[in-house]
């Protein structure tokens, strides 16, 4: 008896949504399994100093959500499964199991009698979901289609070049400064040098939610445009979808242009990606695909 349904836990940003949903999506067409949404993250994302809403909607996704009674039934208490897990080696709840690490990730592969599978976590690489592309593909599609931003004709007509400068959060809020940092000045430029080399005539476009910083930080060529962030309903859904109709990507350690670049049709793209991810030099579990250029992140 394979479960009926895997619940998605999504919490975070953009980008993190669409790795969450890609694995969970992924996961549950291995089961045969339908899938339902948790988004109890977003009651109190909205409240805090760096919010984030719900924003798969964008793609045209419509997922059931999961009433709150059916997420406490799925997801378990927190220290109920660990004591499990310590005492008897797995989650023994009689028909629910949440999976949270590569280990119950790679368990769930014989579920055996179970009615449901709780996914928590970020699940931040490619190969969560490496025999489901073409779905995942699917899935997120829409973006490209979806702005008005007169910019996207010149982008789809040059060897444009996206270059993201993530700042943020990641310069003011404490506990995520600690694993992520901004990437150098010297990291970009590298990149672009890298790109020069390889693209005769391209132009860089410059996304960042930090414009200002970045036009005085960074040594750009001369054909470069800086984009505003327009970041109005805190997604940035709008920019991803200049960004995704690049041609070639200098993305920062941040899941938002790593999407952009991962979902770029083009087998000619050249993507330039910051090494290491984290600012603790910790193991990136696989977030930078085989095939994407890793240049230093910092000096």
Same mark, same amino acid.
């Given at each position: 008896?394979?479960?009926?349904? =895997?619940?998605?836990? @999504? ?16 996961? %549950? ?17 909205? $409240? ?5 809403? !719900? ?10 959500? %999961? ?13 109920? =499964? ?13 028909? *629910?199991?949440? @999976? ?17 599978? !709780?996914?928590?976590? *970020? &699940?931040?690489?490619?190969? *969560? ?48 400064? %600690?694993?992520?940092? =901004? ?26 939610? $930090?414009?200002? &910083? %970045? ?10 445009? *800086? ?31 790593? &999407? ?14 910051? $090494? ?6 910790? $193991? ?10 890793? @240049?230093?992140?910092?000096?």
């Amino acid at each position: 008896m394979t479960p009926e349904t =895997v619940m998605i836990r @999504i919490a975070g940003g953009l980008g993190n949504q669409m790795f969450q949903y890609a694995a969970g999506k992924a996961l %549950a067409a291995r089961l045969g399994a339908e899938t339902k949404l948790d988004t109890s993250w977003f009651d109190q994302a909205m $409240d805090s100093k760096a919010p984030r809403s !719900y924003a798969l909607w964008r793609f045209g996704l419509h997922d059931p959500i %999961a009433a709150p009674a059916e997420v406490e039934r799925f997801k378990g208490d927190r220290r109920v =499964v660990r004591l499990s897990r310590l005492f008897f080696g797995k989650d023994v709840r009689p028909r *629910y199991r949440r @999976i949270d690490s590569r280990e119950t990730l790679a368990a769930s592969a014989s579920p055996g009698r179970l009615s449901g599978l !709780y996914l928590d976590g *970020y &699940w931040q690489s490619e190969d *969560y979901f490496s025999d489901h592309m073409d779905a995942v593909h699917r899935y997120f599609s829409v973006a490209e289609a979806t702005t008005n931003d007169g910019r996207l004709e010149e982008i789809r007509r040059v060897d444009s070049v996206a270059l993201h400068v993530r700042r943020g959060d990641y310069e003011s809020n404490p506990a995520i400064k %600690a694993r992520y940092s =901004v990437c150098s000045p010297a990291y970009y430029e590298s990149a672009v040098a890298v790109l020069e080399k390889r693209i005769d005539g391209a132009k860089f476009f410059v996304f960042s939610d $930090d414009p200002d &910083w %970045a036009k005085a930080n960074l040594r750009m060529p001369s054909n470069t445009e *800086y984009v505003s962030s327009g970041i109005s309903d805190n997604d940035g859904f709008a920019d991803f979808c200049l960004m995704r109709s690049c041609s070639h990507f200098v993305i920062s350690n941040s899941t938002f242009s790593w &999407w952009a670049a991962w979902l770029r049709e083009n087998p000619d793209k050249i993507i330039c990606a910051p $090494d290491p991810w984290f600012r603790d030099g910790k $193991d990136d579990g696989g977030i930078v695909p085989r095939g994407w250029i890793k @240049i230093r992140a910092r000096a």
